[in-house]
């Protein structure tokens, strides 16, 4: 049985990197990237990550050094949702139960890079990641099992990283011999929207709606927020125009 580590360590031969000229990396050409000198100003999973978000396997993809910068932010404001520049746990990290928003996204990302190892689709399970990251960073506090679950879902993709992290949240084994996090698909489905409420097609306020709900319900609890009311004044509204799960645009005149 291969490990998901060796797993992907092996699936480094097959990318085709290019140099920044666009050609085939390779020595007679003189545009090899070292790649010991990216680890020496990134780090070994900085590294790993670019080679996977580079885009599919199949594909022929140019190496750049602000890409690897991008990664490279990318898990420094990972650490950052989860420990101190101190390497310890945040205060807010918590034992508390988790929101059905951020069940929703902790279960999506689990599933989402969970079927992307299988077809090797390690792109777009980065991206997911980063929307894991970007949404969890805005609370406080955080659910500890949130961030235990995410670092079992990153430590595939940056072992090194997710290895500290897991000691720094408690644990005093290895992560290596975790199981991978498992989803529920009872928490995939939303029963709530938040759409954007548009006063003239300019963004006004947003609302937390029923999922598909009827557009007259949704104008009637628009109609009760004094931010809308105070971009209609004294108009009237001269058009609807309502895209379920995503907008209301109040055309006033």
Do not use: C
């Not at 409420?197 to 300019?202: D, E, G, L, R």
């Amino acid at each position: 049985i291969v490990s998901r580590n060796e797993l992907f360590a092996n699936l480094f031969y097959q990318v085709v990197i290019l140099g920044e000229d666009g050609h085939k990396m390779a020595k007679s050409l003189g545009n090899v990237v070292n790649p010991d000198y990216v680890i020496r100003e990134y780090g070994a999973d900085s590294l790993r990550i670019f080679e996977m978000f580079m885009g599919p396997l199949e594909m022929a993809t140019p190496s750049s050094t602000k890409g690897v910068e991008r990664v490279h932010s990318f898990l420094n404001r990972e650490w950052r949702m989860i420990a101190s520049e101190e390497s310890t746990l945040l205060g807010e990290v918590q034992d508390i139960a988790l929101t059905k928003e951020q069940e929703f996204i902790l279960h999506s990302t689990i599933k989402k890079v969970g079927e992307d190892i299988e077809s090797m689709s390690f792109n777009t399970s980065v991206s997911q990641m980063m929307i894991f990251v970007n949404e969890f960073t805005k609370a406080t506090p955080r659910p500890r099992s949130a961030m235990e679950q995410f670092v079992l879902v990153l430590s595939p993709f940056a072992p090194h990283i997710a290895e500290e992290l897991w000691k720094i949240l408690g644990h005093t084994t290895t992560l290596a011999y975790e199981p991978f996090p498992m989803f529920d698909p009872a928490k995939l489905i939303q029963d709530e929207v938040e759409i954007v409420i548009q006063v003239s097609s300019k963004v006004r306020a947003k609302l937390v709606v029923p999922m598909n709900a009827e557009e007259s319900a949704v104008v009637a609890q628009a109609m009760t927020r004094p931010d809308i009311i105070k971009h209609i004044g004294d108009k009237s509204i001269k058009k609807q125009i309502y895209v379920p799960n995503n907008l209301l645009n109040l055309i006033v005149g």
